[in-house]
């Protein structure tokens, strides 16, 4: 079976850092992916590690660690747009994701 | 050309309609997906093609029949559907096996009444 966690909800100011957890069980295990989601809007891809450390975009980074079964997406110099539902999605095989149930991030002025 | 098209925005059936969801991309990718997404829930996988052969089927219920008539396009046949099938529908694209990027389009918010 699958098992994921990460937080539901993470409340910051603009301006901020946050970081969102995420720690997975899964059948099997390719990287862990981070998709984006605006209310209305589909899914959009931010960040994959497949090897362990840190891959780093712009203001967001993500961390892996396979040994641990946890990730993290930073999220630096928050901005009101970056208000979005985040999902963690651990890659299980060639083609699926297994998406987690998603933080809810509300960026305030 | 990075965008994943789905054709209709909104579909609103009855249980005894046919109706069929459209999803095109033309990035040259060789897998194509059908998700499911609850409202406030994460998108479920239900089909992948890969391509253009059924790779994976996440035991949908044969009322939701997918088609892919070539490497672009992506159909979820839709039939005799029940109101809790009513969600967003959102088709996805990858290079293929190697790749872990999807793209997503921007949905069919489907409601069965």
């Known amino acids: 079976g699958q098992s994921l966690e990460q937080p539901s909800e993470v409340t910051a100011v603009e301006g901020a850092i946050v970081q969102i957890n995420c720690t997975y069980q899964?059948?099997?295990?390719?990287?862990l992916s981070w998709y984006q989601q605006h209310d209305g809007g589909a899914p959009t891809f931010l960040s994959y590690n497949g090897l362990d450390g840190l891959e780093e975009t712009g203001r967001f980074s993500s961390f892996l660690s396979r040994s641990d079964s946890y990730g993290y997406l930073l999220l630096q110099e928050l901005q009101m747009k970056d208000s979005a539902s985040y999902f963690c999605?651990?890659?299980?095989?060639?083609?699926?994701?297994?998406f987690g149930s998603g933080t809810r991030l509300l960026v305030r002025p | 050309d990075t965008e994943v098209t789905q054709t209709p925005k909104h579909l609103v059936m009855g249980m005894t309609n046919k109706k069929s969801l459209k999803c095109e991309q033309h990035m040259g990718h060789r897998a194509m997906y059908w998700y499911k997404q609850k409202a406030k829930k994460p998108p479920e996988l239900m089909f992948v093609y890969s391509y253009e052969k059924l790779s994976i089927n996440e035991s949908v219920p044969s009322r939701f029949s997918p088609e892919c008539p070539n490497s672009s396009l992506l159909n979820l046949h839709l039939h005799a559907l029940q109101p809790e099938d009513s969600a967003l529908y959102l088709c996805?694209?990858?290079?293929?096996?190697?790749?872990?990027?999807?793209?997503f389009g921007p949905g069919t918010r489907l409601t069965v009444t």
């Open positions: 999605a651990p890659r299980i095989d060639s083609y699926k994701l297994i």
């Open positions: 996805a694209s990858s290079q293929g096996g190697d790749s872990y990027e999807q793209y």
């Open positions: 899964t059948s099997g295990f390719y990287g």
